[in-house]
């Protein structure tokens, strides 16, 4: 099944745009419990972490996301349970979408091996990419047309504006850069603007009215839920992933804070 429809398919069986991100860091698991349970002195830290938030959220979201920086910081240990953590969720939750936050970007020859990394090693069914490179250099990606391919077109940081906003003629240069990537004719395309930005995230839902967004910004980062919900969602109420991480993993309730940003995010949801 492609993204696209494993997508559609989570998204009416859990009535969620919520995307909870693993994006776990050893140094605050060890040092806190959680709802009473203490991680410390356990095998494979993060896989166990992992485990027991997706075992408490499974059923509130619409896909994982697993930042792999958040992994690699942790060397080859690091990266084996990331493995174990999508080995687990392809074998028990196979119908909830994986995306792997891998933010690659170089030339056509490196991102064949990137893609092949990301689309067959880890096997996650989307990733992100830079799209600054040109076409040649998303083309590898694209050709997994299973997958879904998410172009960061502004990312959700308070410098973001530094160099993105920078004007390219009447447009700033990630709204040009939106509008050379819209004359592009492939399914599996899909687009990250952070809801930090509402505005900018609405000029993207119009540009791309049939598009998949994935967004981040309204947990930790203090973006407002219904400006984000109202710029983002498609005609149908959907079309859009709401990633949220520190929030929900680090609460004490990691299942109350998920239903608590879903049930805000469908209260902005009627169209």
């Given amino acids: 099944m492609d993204f696209q429809n494993k997508f559609q398919n989570i998204v009416f069986k859990n009535n969620s745009l919520l995307c909870v991100g693993l994006d776990p860091v050893l140094e605050k698991i060890r040092s806190r419990t959680f709802q009473g349970v203490s991680f410390k002195g356990k095998g494979n830290i993060l896989f166990e972490f992992n485990k027991s938030i997706i075992g408490k959220t499974f059923d509130l979201v619409c896909a994982y996301k697993l930042n792999i920086a958040f992994y690699e910081a942790y060397g080859l240990d690091g990266l084996d349970q990331l493995k174990q953590t999508i080995d687990y969720l392809k074998k028990k939750y196979s119908n909830i979408p994986i995306v792997l936050d891998a933010k690659r970007a170089d030339i056509a020859n490196t991102a064949k091996m990137y893609a092949k990394s990301v689309f067959e090693y880890w096997a996650a069914d989307a990733t992100t990419v830079y799209p600054h490179l040109g076409l040649d250099s998303l083309q590898p ?31 700033p240069y990630w709204q040009k850069m939106a509008t050379k990537i819209k004359k592009w004719k492939y399914k599996n395309l899909n687009l990250f603007i952070g809801a930090t930005y509402p505005g900018d995230l609405k000029t993207v839902r119009d540009l791309f009215p049939d598009k998949i967004i994935l967004t981040a910004g309204i947990g930790a980062q203090g973006a407002s839920i219904g400006k984000a919900v109202k710029a983002g969602i498609n005609k149908k109420g959907s079309g859009i992933i709401f990633n949220a991480s520190r929030s929900i993993i680090y609460s004490q309730d990691p299942r109350g804070e998920a239903t608590k940003l879903k049930d805000e995010i469908n209260k902005y949801r009627a169209v």
């Fill in 141 to 171: 990606f694209f050709n997994y047309q299973e997958k879904s391919v998410f172009l960061l077109i502004k990312t959700s940081n308070p410098d973001a504006k530094m160099f993105q906003d920078l004007k390219a003629g009447v447009m």
